[in-house]
């Protein structure tokens, strides 16, 4: 399998920190079942940033959460976080409230869990010597594709954020994809082309657009994969990534 360092193709930049200090009162500190930490501002503590403040790492690196959506009932928070590896779920969920924390990584009676409070002492420690960073994961996919034999060709991209550029190409069976090295893209209205130094990955525009693999004078016609529709595929199943630095990451 290969492994990749999240942002290692990103902006050469370190990340810069995240000063948590006008919000540290406002904060709950919670542990979930694999000993990883959430950070969310407390119930009835802010009204307006409520997505700002949701961070999760092991306690001495909290990576911020990229919040898809956020409700307020009462003195119920909820956010919808992504987190691509969760199972059957189109993102995972957060809530808390008076009573406490959970947070939800897959569908069905056993998908959610209770998150234990940290205490008192620890949570300070926690929000007061750890680095808060922006999100871990820079990058997003861009194209999924495989032909008859189940060999995946995958495409990803810098996230918008970060330039948009950045194009990574990947090409082989589950868990054993493998980076290709690119020679040159071309990109306008007609399609798109990656070259590497072993064969070209075309994709036509259009409707009925098609995609295939051409290696030496051999042409072989994909089946193009929504990329939206199979996340778990991408983030999980196809062994490129390591950590995503979200919720529900290791469930």
């Not at 406002?26 to 969310?40: A, C, I, P, S, W």
């Amino acid at each position: 399998m290969l492994v990749l360092v999240a942002g290692s193709a990103a902006a050469d930049e370190p990340k810069r920190p995240i000063d948590i200090k006008p919000a540290i009162d406002k904060l709950d500190v919670y542990k979930d079942d694999v000993g990883n930490v959430l950070v969310t501002p407390k119930p009835l503590a802010m009204k307006d940033d409520l997505d700002k403040w949701v961070f999760y790492g092991d306690g001495k690196t909290m990576y911020q959460q990229r919040i898809i959506g956020t409700g307020v009932a009462g003195d119920k928070l909820d956010w919808a976080i992504w987190s691509p590896r969760v199972r059957g779920l189109q993102m995972a969920q957060v809530s808390n409230d008076t009573q406490g924390a959970e947070v939800r990584c897959r569908t069905g009676e056993n998908g959610s869990q209770k998150l234990v409070p940290v205490p008192a002492e620890k949570a300070k420690a926690i929000l007061t010597r750890a680095k808060f960073l922006p999100p871990l994961w820079e990058r997003q996919a861009h194209f999924l594709a495989r032909d008859d034999d189940g060999v995946y060709f995958y495409v990803d991209v810098l996230r918008e954020e970060y330039g948009g550029k950045g194009h990574r190409v990947f090409i082989g069976k589950k868990g054993a994809l493998k980076q290709q090295t690119m020679t040159n893209i071309v990109s306008d209205s007609a399609g798109e082309i990656y070259a590497t130094k072993t064969g070209e990955l075309k994709i036509i525009s259009g409707t009925d657009g098609k995609a295939y693999w051409k290696k030496g004078g051999k042409k072989t016609d994909l089946v193009q994969l929504e990329p939206a529709q199979n996340r778990y595929v991408i983030y999980r199943e196809l062994g490129i990534y390591g950590t995503l630095g979200v919720v529900c990451d290791d469930q």
